[in-house]
Each structure stands twice: as C-alpha cells, then as structure tokens.
C-alpha cells in the first residue's frame, strides 16, 4: 500500500446512484472510471442482488455514457441514459434477458432520470430543445430573418434578450430550453412528443401513481428581465394542460408523489433569507388545498444535499415516501445522512451519504468517509464496493476538533496527517460556497496532499451549511470579514493540536475558496504559498459576468454595483492586492461561467502589474467544476510543485 500520487487517478473509479428494486431484491447503480485509451471518464451500469450474495454484474458495455438508472414500476425493466447511437438517448434494458433497445430518438436530448408511467408503458423526461422556428430570436428592432441563407449557422451570433441566458456546465442557452416530452415504449425507437412548451425549463419528472398526473419544477418563468425562482406544476396526461399549483417563494426541487396521489413531498426554501441562502426544507403540498408546510422547519438542517466530496458520482437526493414517513438526505454538523420526517436519523456513524433510494421495505444508499470512497450499502450492509486498485491506496483519516470561531461561535474542523512525528508542512483547505460544507467525506485533493507530506486542516466556517439558518446567514453581506476570522482561528486550533510547523503553511480554495485564498493573502503573510481555484477577486465585475451573480451578490454581497459600488470594492481582494506578498497559483476553466476566467484575469494583471509572484493556468474546455481527467491530474500535480517549491526551498 502507498499513500495517494497524482498518478493514482487514472486507476481509481467511483460507484454511485444505488437504484433498488421495487421488490427490494436487486441494486442497479453506476460505476464511473477512467477509460486509459481515450483518458476521459466512462460510465457503465451495474447490477447487484440486495443482500449481497453474490458479487456485481455488468449490464453494460456499449457507448461510452450509461448512467441515470431507473426501475420500472413492474420491476423487470430499467430505463437509462446512453450515448451508444452518438447521441444521448433513452434505453431500456429487459433484466430478465436480451440486448438493450432504444425508445427515443430526434432532437430532445434527455437530461436527469426518466420517469416511469405506473403501467410501465411510457417514460416522461426532460429535455433540451429550442422553441423558435427560425436560427434568430427576434426582438424589437432586431433585422428580418436571413431568408437567403448567408449567415452560417456556426457563425451566427448569439442574441440575448432574457437575465439567465447562460448556465455553468451548460454553456449559453438563448432560445434553447428543457422541456418535458412523453414517449410511449414500442419495437422501435420513436419521436418523444413534447407536452410542455413554455419559455422557461422543466425538471424533474414524477408521475402520480394514479397514473394522471405528472408533477414537475419550472425555472426560469415570467419576466425575463429579472431571475426568478421555481414553481411546481401538475400536467394532466388525458388533457395535455399544465397548471401551476405552488410556488415556494425561493426555489424548489426533487417533487416524489405519496401512494394515494393527494400529496407531494419536495426540496424547497422559501428565500425567507435571501436566494442562496435560505436553508432548503422537505415541504409537503395537499393537492386539495394547494397549500405547503415545511415538515422541517424546526429540523433547521438543509435538506437535499450530502457534505462536499470531490470523488463522487452522485445519485437521487430527494424524499422518498416510505410507510414509516418520507424519507430524506440532509447534511447536518459535517456530516450527511438519511432521516424520515420530521428528523428522525437512520444512519448511523461518521460518514457522507449521497444518493440513495428504497423499495421493498429496503433502503440502498452510496457513503464514503474521509478515508474510504463511496460504498453501496442496504440497511446498513455494504453490497459493492470499488475497484480492487483502492485496496492499494494508504488513506489518511481525518481527525476532528472543536474550536471557537469569531465572536465564540463553536465550529467543526478537521485535521489529517501524513507518516512521521512532523512537525508537517499543513495546507489549509477552504470550501466553496459559501454555502457548502466539508465534513466526513472522502477528497481526493486532501489525500494527494497527504500523500506529498502535508497535513492538511479544513473547517466549517460560518456559512457553511448543516448547522443550522442563522450559521449559515451569518456570512452574508460579511465575505472576508469574521469568516476569515474562522478560518485563522481554526488553523491556529489545528496548530495547537501538534505536528504541524507553523513556518511552513499555504492556503488553497476553489469558488468562494478561491475568493478566500485571494483574501487571506491580501490579510496576512503567514502563508509561504497559495493556490486560488475558479475564484472571485472583483465582486463588482462578478455581479455582470456570472451566471448567477445579480440573486446571488443580492443576499451574499453588501450592496450592487450602481448602488454600493465602495461597499463591493471594499470586500474584493483586488482592492488590496497591493498588500499581497504570498507567491500565488491561480488556476481557472476557461468556460467557466459561475465565476468567469476573468476573475482571474483580473487578479493575474494586477499581481504582475505591481512585481509580484503569481502564475495563471488555463485549462480550455473546462466549466466551473473539472471534467477531464488530464486536466484534474494537472491541476493537483501543479499545486503539490507550487506548494513544494515555496516551503521546502533553502
């Protein structure tokens, strides 16, 4: 066994997405690696009985792309995702024999899970498509449509007329949206029939178990000038009409219908604390009256979401209807686990759960732990487990502390060390967000740091969610200021514990930890080196340019750019980058839109502008969150160099 190298990556996979059977008796989920041929990631499904006994089997083998497994109600069938015609469709696969057979094809490409009729006749997704006729969105003043065909379509300019025009991951829409679209199972592969047309997108499926209805979440309705949030909506499948039926206030997620039909559970918040941060809840809609109640509100965890791991192919993190109660994932004080209403816990230990599912009285679910990657498990049984290459691998546990943040305030941190009595070189790792949270999940980037001689130290500043909606407010309005106060007192914490030289610290962070990094190095000069990922150094430029940035700097931010332009300048690193003396590595995806490349940019120029040491790296292609393996090797390798170069030089 060796502890974790860069080079290690190409050889590990990841399982996820656990799918039970409605009988409870088998377990589809996906398995994710890195094919060495083309050095881009593969996924394929895989099927395990629930108990257990036997090992997995491999479903399958064509296209480079099978994931998203869905059971149908009968249970002799799975519907996925795939690739294997080139182009994303729905399949099908008969478990009890024969090859898997396309049902849809054309122009919709299918995003997220399918959903089932109850019959098993029929699936229902979302999907993408574009609504006008001609290749222009026409406007007021806009020119006639080039009837002679001399506008290349490669070429033809993009033309914007709606606030969320664009989207991190997915690039600039326009006139492009998803929409819903029915398609019924035949011989052949057949054109989905859209059922839904509107000028806004549609997720997030679920058909009533009566077979009439299917609830769905729409974003982006109304005035395209402003961002809004999300509505539920009911299409009558005998009508083809849908009809709004609640809408929460902030944003909502994830509908799953009760046996009866008369009630839907979902993720939502009400933005009673601002977009983006209000805590989300499981909130239960009687379709009779059309009225919600947050079955969580005294819970005051943030439901829907597992604690942060960069190692994970995720799977389903809505509620579940059990006839114990709904069932539902939340992350609570580091850590994430399943509960049923109204917070009653049913897992147990430090660990992450992600996706999940149930059925036949069973519960399958995917954990991992700081050192152990994501396990299926069924009532708390492990069923499959990774590649044999993870037995390999010396992971380091992480050790966790309490300390007292700024103001007293209590918080969680984490320290892992490598081999040795050290003292160590420590590297401090700052979440995104900020609204995230780490916890007791594996991260590959800490055990690469381990594996290169680092302790490394992360906390829960205030912020983070899974302690509650005044902790996570806390933050608002105050980037940079008590919350870096956190983050120096958890250091100084972790210090304390013994085995790290406090001569040899560096910071690194990637989103609002890359906005962090950018600020402590503007703060203080205790760090030999820092690496800032995908960060924020202008919060009056990141407000025009994100794809998010106008609801998003509208709770996080003290103020809008017309409105309170000293206010922003004042919390943005690069206001005071004249005070930076810390070597800086600032690494950034060029398609980046959640925070622009020019974030970067920006930061670089006046780093070098001003003599100091700083490097920017360019990765093409890449969004907010890294895709290709070549790039995630490169990003890690690069920061172990920088890190190694300024703390152990003579």
């Known amino acids: 066994m060796h502890p974790l190298q860069p080079k290690d990556l190409f050889q590990l996979d990841r399982i996820g997405d656990p799918q039970i059977s409605p009988n409870g008796e088998w377990v589809a989920y996906v398995r994710q690696w890195i094919a060495p041929e083309t050095c881009t990631f593969r996924s394929d499904l895989w099927l395990v009985p629930a108990d257990g006994s036997t090992p997995s089997r491999r479903l399958t083998t064509a296209g480079t792309r ?194 009866d039909s008369k009630r839907l559970a979902l993720v939502a918040d009400n933005a009673a604390a601002g977009p983006y941060c209000t805590t989300d809840g499981l909130w ?30 995720g799977g389903h993190t809505g509620p579940v209807w059990t006839p114990a109660g709904w069932l539902f994932l939340a992350r609570s004080e580091g850590e994430s686990h399943l509960f049923l209403t109204p917070g009653v816990l049913k897992t147990h230990g430090p660990m992450a759960v992600g996706g999940y599912s149930a059925g ?157 990094t950018n600020r402590i190095v503007t703060e203080t000069r205790r760090f030999k080196a820092a690496v800032s990922g995908a960060c924020i150094a202008n919060l009056h430029s990141f407000h025009g340019t994100s794809d998010i940035g106008d609801p998003f700097l509208a709770t996080q931010a003290p103020g809008l750019p017309w409105a309170e332009p000293s206010a922003l300048l004042a919390r943005s690193p690069l206001q005071a980058v004249e005070r930076v003396e810390t070597p800086v590595l600032l690494l950034h995806g060029e398609d980046d839109l959640r925070c622009p490349i020019s974030q970067s940019e920006e930061f670089y120029v006046a780093l070098k502008r001003l003599g100091k040491e700083a490097v920017l790296v360019r990765y093409p292609g890449e969004s907010h969150s890294f895709s290709q393996p070549l790039h995630i090797y490169d990003r890690h390798r690069r920061t172990i160099a920088w890190f190694d170069h300024y703390t152990r030089r003579t």
């Open 66 to 259: 099978n994931l998203s497994p869905c059971w149908s109600p009968d249970g002799t069938r799975l519907a996925f995702l795939s690739n294997r015609d080139g182009k994303t469709q729905v399949w099908v696969l008969d478990l009890v024999g024969g090859e898997a057979r396309q049902v849809t094809r054309g122009g919709a490409e299918p995003t997220g899970h399918v959903a089932w009729s109850p019959d098993s006749a029929q699936v229902v997704f979302a999907g993408w498509t574009r609504l006008a006729e001609c290749d222009e969105i026409s406007y007021p003043g806009a020119p006639a449509p080039d009837s002679e065909g001399i506008s290349e379509q490669k070429a033809r300019p993009r033309v914007v007329v709606r606030l969320d025009h664009k989207k991190d991951g997915t690039g600039h829409y326009g006139d492009r949206f998803r929409q819903l679209y029915i398609c019924r199972l035949g011989e052949k592969p057949a054109e989905p029939v859209r059922t839904v047309t509107m000028e806004a997108h549609c997720d997030a499926p679920a058909w009533s178990p009566d077979g009439r209805y299917v609830a769905f979440v729409v974003t982006g309705e109304g005035d395209r000038h402003f961002f809004s949030g999300s509505s539920l909506y009911l299409l009558d499948v005998a009508t083809g009409k849908a009809r709004p039926v609640w809408q929460p206030g902030g944003y909502c997620s994830s509908p799953a219908w009760s046996p």
């Open 360 to 516: 036949g009285g069973r519960l399958a679910y995917q954990a991992s732990q700081p050192a152990e990657p994501d396990l299926i498990y069924v009532d708390g049984r492990v069923v499959a487990r990774p590649d044999k290459a993870w037995d390999e691998m010396a992971l380091a546990p992480a050790r966790r502390f309490r300390f007292a943040g700024e103001g007293g305030m209590p918080m969680d941190g984490w320290a892992m060390f490598p081999e040795g009595d050290g003292p160590h070189p420590a590297a401090l790792c700052i979440h995104g967000g900020p609204h995230n949270a780490y916890g007791e999940a594996l991260q590959i980037q800490f055990q690469l740091l381990v594996g290169a001689g680092y302790a490394v130290v992360f906390v829960n500043p205030r912020g983070s969610q899974g302690y509650g909606q005044a902790f996570a407010s806390a933050v608002c309005g105050d980037w940079g200021g008590a919350d870096y106060q956190d983050l120096m007192r958890g250091l100084d914490a972790a210090i304390a514990m013994g085995g790290i030289d406090p001569e040899r610290l560096v910071a690194t962070g990637w989103s609002y930890g890359g906005y962090m």
């Open 284 to 313: 239960e809609l009687d379709l009779a009256s059309e009225q919600a109640v947050n079955l969580t509100a005294a819970f005051d965890r943030e439901v829907g979401e597992a604690i942060s791991s960069d190692w994970r192919h």
